[in-house]
C-alpha cells in the first residue's frame, strides 16, 4: 500500500469499515514518512483477478509476469525496479477500487501504458510497439529481449 503522494510503503490505518458493496473494506491510511491521507478499497477473502486474452482463455492474474515484462521495457532506461513496482501497485489499486474480478489483457497492458508514458518514453514505445500484439507477457518478454 504505497503512499500516493511520496510513495512510502509504510501507512498505519487510522480508520476501516466495509463498503456498501460488501466485498471490499474501505480503509483510511495515513502515510508515515509524509502524514498524506488516503483511501484504499481493499477486497475481502481472497478471490483472484482473471486476466482474459485475446484468444478468449483467461488466466489467474500475475503480478510477477506483469514485472517481468515491465522490467524488460525499462532496461537500460532511468527507470528503478521499484518505480516499476510503484506502477504496478498502482494498477493493483485501480483495479480493486474498480471492485473488477476480471479484466482484459488488452485492458492490464492499456492500464501500463498510461502510467508507463509518465515515466519515460521509451520504455512506453517499446511496450506499446510490441504489446499490443501479443497474446501473453511471456510472448512480449521474449520478443523484446531479443531487440535488445
Ligand atoms: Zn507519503
Redo the contacts with the bound molecule.
Keep these: 500500500m504505497r503512499?500516493p503522494?511520496?510513495?512510502?510503503s509504510e501507512s498505519k490505518v487510522v480508520d476501516s469499515r466495509p463498503s456498501e458493496d460488501g466485498a471490499t473494506i474501505r480503509r483510511r491510511r495515513e502515510?508515515l514518512?509524509?502524514?498524506?491521507r488516503f483511501t484504499t478499497y481493499e477486497r475481502l477473502g481472497d478471490s483472484p483477478l482473471i486476466v482474459i486474452k485475446s484468444d478468449g482463455s483467461s488466466e489467474v492474474y500475475d503480478r510477477e509476469k506483469l514485472m517481468r515484462g515491465l522490467l524488460i521495457a525499462c532496461a537500460k532506461r532511468p527507470i528503478s525496479p521499484e518505480q516499476v513496482a510503484t506502477l504496478i501497485e498502482s494498477i493493483e489499486s485501480e483495479l480493486r477500487n474498480a471492485s473488477k474480478n476480471e479484466i482484459k489483457s488488452k485492458e492490464l497492458g492499456d492500464m501500463a501504458l498510461v502510467r508507463l508514458a509518465k515515466l519515460d518514453d521509451v520504455a512506453y514505445v517499446r511496450f506499446a510497439s510490441v504489446y499490443k500484439d501479443f497474446q501473453n507477457i511471456e510472448e512480449f518478454a521474449a520478443a523484446l529481449e531479443g531487440m535488445s
Excluded at 503522494?5 to 512510502?8: D, K, L, N, V, Y
Design positions: 503512499c503522494s511520496c510513495g512510502h502515510c514518512e509524509c502524514g498524506h
